[in-house]
Every structure is written in C-alpha cells, then in structure tokens.
C-alpha cells in the first residue's frame, strides 16, 4: 500500500455558501485529497474564491453563476418557524391534566 504524504503547504481556506440562496455561511480549511497528494477537496456549496472583505449593514454576500455579490439582505419574519402568527388577542387553552402523560403513552405504546 503507497503511503500518501499530507501536503506540505498550508491548507487553503473554503469559503461556503447556502445550496438554495448562495447566501455566505463561513469558511474552514479544505482537507487534503485521500488519492491525488498535493491536491485539495474543496466541499459542495463551497469555493475558493473569497467573499467580499466589506459587506455593508443589511446587506450579504451571495455566491451565485461562479461569483460573489454584495445584495439586500431580504426582510424576514422574527418568527422563523415558517408558521403563520396567532391572530392578535389568541389566547391557547392550557392542556388538559394527563394529555402529555396520555400522549407519551401512545407515542411509546405503553
């Protein structure tokens, strides 16, 4: 079996994106290729190509078509849950005694 040395320079960094937005979600250092010494692995949804160094407040950066943009960040919901808001005033009734002993219950099958 050939031995297969770790390079011998640094690890470059990856910088990755979100798979569905491009949005920038950090970088780490590229693992060394198992089967081409010298070369790196470089993850899905990540690149080489550095981010932009300045990203103005409310605003990102995106990588889309092979390059890094610097756009809007879009409003969102403070409720991150995807769920549609309580209309106002909506008060939900407190669970009735036993309900998540009787829930477990059948959950579990005892």
Do not use: C
């Amino acid at each position: 079996m050939e031995n297969i040395s770790e390079p011998t320079l640094p690890a470059p960094p990856v910088y990755h994106y979100d798979g569905d937005t491009g949005l920038y979600t950090g970088a780490s250092r590229a693992d060394p290729s198992p089967l081409e010494p010298g070369a790196w692995l470089v993850p899905r949804h990540a690149t080489l190509e550095e981010p932009p160094a300045e990203v103005p407040s409310g605003f990102a950066a995106f990588f889309r078509a092979g390059a890094w943009s610097v756009e809007p960040v879009p409003e969102q919901d403070d409720d991150l849950d995807g769920q549609q808001d309580a209309p106002e005033g909506f008060e939900p009734e407190p669970a009735k005694p036993g309900y998540f002993r009787r829930l477990l219950a059948a959950v579990v099958g005892k």
